[in-house]
């Protein structure tokens, strides 16, 4: 376990490691609080629109427009 090769005298780590072994059904990824959820979220959106540009741009090689 862990807990027997951390010094009892610090609890910092002793209480951030049952924190997040706490099943309270966040995933691990947010239990680091708001900061965690705010970098989460915006993670999310850079991917999504990220490859939506590519998507769009892989759309506009295929069909470019015609010359009149």
């Given amino acids: 376990m862990l ?3 951390v010094a009892v005298h ?7 490691v049952f924190l997040h072994q706490e099943d309270n059904g966040i995933p ?18 850079l991917t ?3 490859s939506a540009y590519v998507v ?3 759309v506009c090689a295929a069909f470019p427009k015609k010359k009149e």
Avoid: C, F, N, P
């Fill in 3 to 5: 807990i027997l090769h």
């Fill in 10 to 16: 610090d609890m910092s780590l002793i209480q951030y």
């Fill in 28 to 45: 691990v990824h947010l239990k680091g609080g708001v900061s965690d959820a705010i970098l989460y979220r915006a993670t999310m959106a």
């Fill in 48 to 50: 999504i629109l990220g």
């Fill in 56 to 58: 769009y741009e892989l």
